[in-house]
């Protein structure tokens, strides 16, 4: 069955204290690993697209990495506007249009 | 560009009642996608149009629920009648590509069934 599976479920960061999220997955013929942002009350916004082992995209002080297993999200001295919910959500080569998604990293970061 | 609209936000209905949500994609995307969180599980697939066919529905969790796509445009999600399973936060999505660029998400309809 396919699964994709965040960690932590919730991270407390103090502002500028650099951290990683993980996003691991099981999933055949990936197509594409998404990273989204949610706050309160919205929808997903769109962060990252990796479609291969190796990449790496950055953003601010976002930067996503994927390798054949897993994907991981840095974040470099975080602010508390980096408070929200991350999402991470893969794409099947052979369900294309579907995205699976895991639970995601509730991020606090405390001044 | 404008971005994903939906209505209505927040919608509390009876069991055994009806109800209609409503989404307005980007202009110009053909690709339109539902998903569903429940409290306490991860966002899930309900179904995908190109246009105004059904690409996926298999995530549909059952005949319940009906969606249509009046000529590839806004997009319905009727419940009929609503359980209190089916309460949860319904978002569309819009995308002009599959796979391309990620999807833009609506902010979301938030059900509850009493």
């Known amino acids: 069955e396919d699964q994709v599976t965040q960690s932590p479920e919730a991270l407390r960061l103090q502002e500028g204290e650099s951290s990683s999220l993980n996003c691991s997955y099981t999933?055949?013929?990936?197509?594409?690993l998404f990273w989204y942002r949610q706050d309160p009350g919205k929808g997903p916004e769109f962060l990252f697209t990796?479609?291969?082992a190796g990449e790496e995209k950055e953003k601010e002080r976002l930067k996503a990495t994927l390798t054949k297993k897993e994907s991981f999200l840095h974040i470099t001295a975080p602010k508390p506007e980096d408070s929200a919910t991350y999402l991470c959500?893969?794409?099947?080569?052979?369900?294309?249009?579907?995205?699976?998604f895991g639970r995601g990293t509730q991020l606090t970061v405390w001044p | 560009e404008a971005g994903v609209t939906q209505f209505p936000s927040h919608s509390v209905i009876e069991k055994g009642q009806t109800v209609t949500l409503r989404c307005d994609p980007i202009?110009?995307?053909?690709?339109l996608y539902w998903y569903r969180r429940v409290m306490g599980k991860e966002i899930k697939f309900l179904l995908h149009?190109?246009?105004?066919?059904?690409?996926?529905e298999s995530g549909m969790p059952n005949n319940r629920f009906l969606a249509e796509r009046t000529g590839g445009t806004y997009s319905t999600l009727k419940v009929q009648p609503a359980e209190l399973e089916d309460s949860g936060v319904y978002f569309c999505?819009?995308?002009?590509?599959?796979?391309?660029?990620?999807?833009?998400f609506g902010s979301g309809t938030r059900l509850t069934v009493v």
């Open positions: 149009f190109v246009k105004e066919s059904k690409q996926d």
């Open positions: 959500a893969v794409l099947r080569g052979s369900t294309l249009g579907r995205l699976y």
């Open positions: 202009s110009g995307h053909d690709n």
């Open positions: 999505a819009s995308s002009h590509e599959v796979a391309a660029y990620g999807y833009t």
């Open positions: 999933v055949s013929g990936l197509r594409g």
């Open positions: 990796l479609y291969s």
